[in-house]
């Protein structure tokens, strides 16, 4: 019996709790799932939490079966077991369920060997690994499978995987805070407060949704920024700089020789990552900690050389905080998916140029107390701002 409520709210609950991943998933996707008795009653949820931990299947099977009060009720009323139950269910889920072993059993398996003959799923798995191979396994052991359903709303949900899937380099965010009259600092390497606390803190969980955060040299030079996300209690990014002429370690030495404070990115106190030029690493060896891992690369300057690093160590997305040099370079090689643009109300009268926004799709606007932030998207077929 198909259920008689619209399907879409069941999907719609399932990419809400895939979202519960945000920040901790990663680099396996944010999936969510709900289990869906006879006409419309649910009677399981669950969401992928962690990387290495069960997939978003396992946990909405595994909350039916465990003695909760709502199967426990039903199972009163209708004299039916919780696996009974279970035989008599649609699942619906926001990405295909995998069917190879991974760091967990395949989850099509695990449908299959519960017995629930029905499953809808949002978007197909690109990862070869999966890739139709899931839908298969259910279809050959007799479940009725219906692909693609939302699957536009799926992919949004699930974009920085399928990004990393798709171009094997993160999901790319470019963040910058710019004055009513188009400026990002009051002067080049001047620390200027831009927007409010109430964007400040937006953007604190922002950060605590990406793998990393990178910011360009000048920026750690002239702001020592902290980089963290703490006025907002989640994941704490990764943060990411280069040091491709020197210059931060000769200012690291000049504090040294003063006695005065390290700069936060080089202080160890949260996990970070430095992009140095292959022909000077001896001269950061000493640098290299528990917290800070000091990458060589042989073409400085080469942003996909950089992402393809961070591809190889499972870093998922990426938010980059300017300024204004890194993010054009950014914008320049094409590499990028998504601007966020904080506007202040205030006119700075002169000042550093804001970077030039390229041909992009404003995809929302939000106002805070008289500030906005804009937020962008590189749709293919891009010709102009809207
Ligand atoms: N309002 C905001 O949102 C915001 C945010 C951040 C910063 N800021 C402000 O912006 C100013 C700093 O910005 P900036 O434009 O001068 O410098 P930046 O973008 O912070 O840093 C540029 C430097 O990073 C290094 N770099 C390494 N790879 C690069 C690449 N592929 N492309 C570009 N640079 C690369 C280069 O240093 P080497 O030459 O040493 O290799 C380059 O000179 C400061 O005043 C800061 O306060 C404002």
Not at 101 to 127: F, H, M, W
Not at 269 to 287: M, Q, R, T
């Amino acid at each position: 019996m198909k259920p008689k409520f619209p399907q879409e709210h069941f999907m719609r609950r399932a990419f809400e709790l895939a979202l519960h991943g945000q920040g901790y998933a990663s680099p396996n996707p944010m999936v969510g799932c709900v289990v869906v008795w006879q006409q419309g009653l649910i009677i399981g949820e669950g969401f992928h939490h962690r990387y290495g931990q069960p997939h978003a299947e396992v946990n909405a099977i595994h909350s039916v079966l465990a003695p909760n009060a709502a199967t426990e009720a039903l199972s009163r009323i209708t004299g039916k077991s919780p696996q009974e139950l279970l035989r008599e269910s649609t699942l619906y889920v926001s990405l295909e369920p995998c069917s190879h072993y991974g760091k967990q059993p395949p989850c099509a398996l695990k449908i299959i060997e519960t017995g629930i003959p029905r499953v809808v799923v949002s978007c197909p798995d690109p990862n070869p690994a999966v890739n139709g191979k899931g839908i298969a396994m259910l279809r050959e052991a007799g479940v009725e499978v219906t692909e693609h359903f939302l699957e536009a709303e799926g992919w949004e949900m699930g974009r920085r995987f399928f990004t990393n899937v798709q171009k094997k380099r993160p999901y790319i965010i470019l963040k910058w805070a710019q004055s009513a009259d188009g400026f990002i600092a009051a002067q080049k390497g001047l620390r200027t407060q831009i927007t409010g606390a109430v964007l400040q803190a937006l953007n604190h969980s922002y950060r605590a949704q990406e793998d990393a955060i990178m910011v360009g040299t000048n920026t750690i030079l002239a702001d020592n920024p902290c980089l963290d996300a703490r006025m907002y209690h989640g994941n704490q990014p990764l943060r990411i700089s280069f040091d491709l002429h020197g210059r931060l370690r000769a200012y690291r030495q000049q504090l040294e020789q003063e006695g005065a404070p390290n700069l936060h990115f080089l202080d160890g106190s949260i996990k970070s990552f430095l992009f140095v030029h292959e022909a000077d690493k001896e001269h950061y060896a000493a640098w290299q900690t528990e917290n800070l891992e000091i990458c060589p690369i042989s073409v400085p300057g080469t942003l996909a050389a950089c992402m393809q690093e961070l591809h190889n160590r499972k870093i998922g997305s990426l938010i980059v905080e300017g300024g204004t040099e890194l993010l054009q370079s950014f914008i320049r090689e094409g590499l990028w998916d998504e601007i966020r643009v904080f506007r202040s109300c205030r006119n700075l009268g002169s000042g550093y140029p804001a970077p030039v926004l390229p041909a992009a799709t404003r995809v929302k606007s939000e106002e805070y107390s008289g500030e906005t932030i804009d937020i962008y998207r590189n749709i293919p077929g891009n010709t102009g701002h809207e």
